[in-house]
Nanobody, 113 residues
């Protein structure tokens, strides 16, 4: 079992920056990948960034060059720069253990003037 707790969401103006953090606890040694997903009302949850156990990363095309994810032991971060209104969503931390996905409770990010 893995437990995830996000923090760092909030309201930011277009062009601004935010940093999300996620703390993992439990059987973290079994995690294959960690990352971030986001969801807006009426839409499916979409992948934003992934970090695999070997260190490779994967980003959604819509955030490449603007978002950077990093991992340090039981923490995973999402640095979001040059934020746009369309980045507004609930952001969820994710951990994958084999075929099982674990999710945090979500944190709201709102990009608005």
């Amino acid at each position: 079992q893995v437990q995830l707790v996000e923090s760092g969401g909030g309201l930011v103006q277009p062009g601004g920056s935010l940093r999300l953090s996620c703390a993992a606890s439990g059987t973290i040694f079994s995690i294959n990948a960690m990352g971030w997903y986001r969801q807006t009302p009426g839409k499916q949850r979409e992948m934003v960034a992934q970090i695999f156990s070997g260190g490779s990363t994967n980003y959604a095309d819509s955030v490449k060059g603007r978002f950077t994810s990093s991992r340090d032991k039981n923490m995973v971060y999402l640095q979001m720069n040059s934020l746009k209104p369309e980045d507004t969503a609930v952001y969820y931390c994710n951990a994958q253990v084999r075929i099982v996905n674990y999710w945090g409770q979500g944190t709201q990010v709102t990009v608005s003037a």
